[in-house]
């Protein structure tokens, strides 16, 4: 059992009290290949018997459509996107994350709140304001930051992923470049710095993203072992444990 | 960002608080007349108005979706939407701005929520602060009595059916106001509102409110210089 502990002040009308789940967070810039890890973590933990939860920015029921609409129209100013964001972290916190830590889940969730915190900073909003009002966020269990070297590199992950460079990842409301290619880099460059920055200040255990998918699945995978491990000191159904016997499963298969 | 108290625009913002059928905005469209015949360049912003969040606000009342803490951030987020959009723009062009409702609103009715007090304010720290805030204030039964003329039909956020106060629409209501009521209360030394008695008749309050209005005023605030033929 974990105890509950704030950034700031608690959100009101919610119990506070130990839970048994673990709240683990995958951060990192656009493009750097949180939901591809995300999707495999939560498929290496269920297949060891965990009750996985993942969620992400703009999932809530009450705020997601809403951002997206608004995003669309590129018309959102740099206080009301922090605002908007905001309410769609509160309901997922409210809604998703802490009935699911009470009920014993991992939740993984795809960056937490100092994406929203970095993106505040790269558009001069003032950093105390952001913080207090992520002041009802949870301490999370772990958060592991996937850092690239260089925005280049994201440039080309963006790229091979098929997709094109999206207004917003490119931080075209910030007119840094004179198109979606330059400004991606300066942005994103921008971003790395605040990630950086905020890696002592937050604890983010930090993982070279460079690195092959499968190098970088793997070290997630210790770190998390160790981080759920500490809860089971009874040596119960580890994940350790149950990684040796999927992979006995996969050898009897093969 | 600009915080609270340390915007500098050339013009002039008054706005209208206070609980629900304290004839705030009866004052307010009044106040709007005379300033626009006096050849004033007005703008009118309106609480829960913006159209980025509109469909969102709307849906999640319908559906109740709402938490005290994102009924506030959501609310936040429309008011950030029209400070960026309606109210600082003709400001720094050197309009006048009239808004029904203000931060003051979701002081009181998030804090009765119970949301903590110091983080609401956190929140709404980008708020242009207002040349003045008139504060309504109305006995509640007076309120009560006017609300229940204009609109029978209490919605269920408004009533504060969300808190589990009382069984009843009505009676929650009434609890509901009364601790909005006391918040206003507090906050207008807090914030130097300038408190008009809401008992008092129609014309006697437009009175007043246009005699402190006047002392901000200046001929250059005028329709003519602000828009230059």
């Given at each position: 059992m974990t105890e509950m502990k704030f950034y700031g002040t608690a959100l009101p009308g919610i119990e506070i009290g130990p839970y048994s789940g673990k709240l683990i967070v995958i951060e990192g810039t656009d493009g750097v290949g949180r939901s591809t890890h995300v999707a495999l973590l939560r498929s290496w933990l269920e297949s060891a018997g965990n009750a996985v939860l993942d969620t992400g920015m703009t999932r809530s029921v009450l705020a997601g459509r809403g951002i997206k609409d608004a995003r669309a129209g590129h018309t959102l100013g740099r206080l009301t996107m922090q605002l908007y964001y905001a309410t769609d972290f509160a309901d997922r916190l409210e809604n998703q994350i802490l009935p699911a830590l009470r009920a014993g889940f991992i939740v993984l969730t795809d960056r937490y709140i100092y994406s929203a915190i970095a993106r505040a900073m790269v558009r001069g909003v003032d950093p105390e304001w952001v913080r207090a009002i992520y002041g009802i966020a949870l301490v999370p269990d772990a958060v592991y930051y996937l850092r690239v070297r260089s925005p280049e590199e994201l440039a080309a992950r963006v790229l091979t992923s098929g997709n094109a460079f999206d207004y917003w990842e490119s931080g075209m409301d910030l007119g840094l470049g004179n198109d979606y290619y330059d400004s991606f880099i300066s942005y994103q460059k921008l971003l790395l710095k605040e990630f950086d920055r905020m890696s002592g200040e937050y604890g983010f255990k930090v993982i070279d993203a460079s690195r092959p998918v499968r190098r970088v699945a793997s070290a997630l995978r210790r770190s998390i072992a160790r981080v759920i491990e500490d809860e089971s000191p009874k040596g119960s159904g580890t994940v350790k444990e149950t990684v040796k016997i999927e992979s006995q499963d996969k050898a009897k298969t093969a | 960002m600009i915080s609270y108290g340390h915007h500098r625009y050339p013009g002039r913002l008054f706005v209208v608080e206070g609980t629900d059928g304290s004839g705030k905005s009866t004052q307010l469209s009044l106040l709007y007349q005379w300033l626009k015949s006096e050849g004033y360049s007005v703008f009118f912003s309106e609480w829960n108005s913006s159209p980025l969040v509109k469909d969102t606000t709307r849906r999640a009342k319908k559906r109740r979706l709402f938490t005290p803490t994102t009924f506030s951030l959501l609310h936040a987020t429309d008011f950030a939407d029209r400070t960026e959009r309606d109210i600082i723009p003709p400001l720094k062009a050197g309009a006048i701005v009239l808004a029904d409702r203000y931060i003051y609103t979701a002081f009181a009715r998030d804090v009765a929520r119970g949301c903590d007090r110091a983080w609401v304010r956190q929140v709404y720290n980008f708020a242009v602060k207002p040349t003045a805030a008139f504060f309504f204030r109305a006995p509640l039964d007076v309120a009560i009595d006017r609300i229940s003329f204009a609109r029978p039909l209490l919605k269920y956020y408004e009533a504060g059916m969300d808190m589990d106060w009382a069984d009843d629409e009505e009676e929650s209501f009434k609890i509901f106001q009364g601790k909005i009521l006391e918040e206003y209360d507090h906050m207008v030394s807090e914030f130097g509102l300038t408190v008009i008695?809401?008992?008092?008749p129609i014309r006697t309050q437009q009175g007043q409110m246009r005699e402190i209005v006047s002392r901000y005023l200046k001929e250059n605030l005028k329709e003519k210089a602000v828009l230059p033929q």
């Open positions: - | 008695d809401g008992a008092q």
